[in-house]
């Protein structure tokens, strides 16, 4: 069975807001609240990158342990989903999520917050399939249709992956190959700004 993931390739990024555009329009996401959104990093510095950042379905998703009521669950692809109707809008999932995901909608009046919101990898919700219900809760339901999520496929660059987490692996792995960036990539001098000590 295929486990569901999202990567965004940085260096592809160009930060159009082509997949927060195209989520929103996809699942009529009510005002205030986004699945997903472009976060710049180093803004107007060299080396600044942009990514994508939305719910990233975690394979032991802090959401889902910390949750009073039990309202997330997680389906067979190990997509990471949010049952309204059993949420009561503690926001605890909210300040668990390292990747801000879960969120609070903002009308109605202050200090009112509802029941919570979050990327549901475009695989609707616990409603029957195609239903009314389902996408006036969730949004459409593009898995059941064979499909992958919107945001994915209207990426210009391709920067943001999402699919079959070894598929996303494999491109994203040839990518680097390509670059020819090798190991450090990813190596303590990327994520420290310091050489490597030696032994490390």
Known sequence: MACMKFLCDAERCIECNGCVTACKNEHEVEWGINRRRVVTINDGEPGERSISVACMHCSDAPCQAVCPV?????????VVLHDKDLCIGCGYCFYACPFGAPQFPQEGAFGQRGKMDKCTFCAGGPEEDASEAEFEKYGRNRLAEGKLPLCAEMCSTK??????????????RNRVVVRGKGAE????????????????
């Open 159 to 172: 920067a943001l992956l999402a699919g079959d987490g070894d598929v996303v692996s494999d491109i994203f």
């Open 70 to 78: 039990n309202c997330f669950y997680k389906t067979d692809e190990g």
């Open 185 to 200: 990539v990813w190596g303590w001098s990327s994520a420290y700004g310091q050489p490597a000590k030696e032994g490390a």
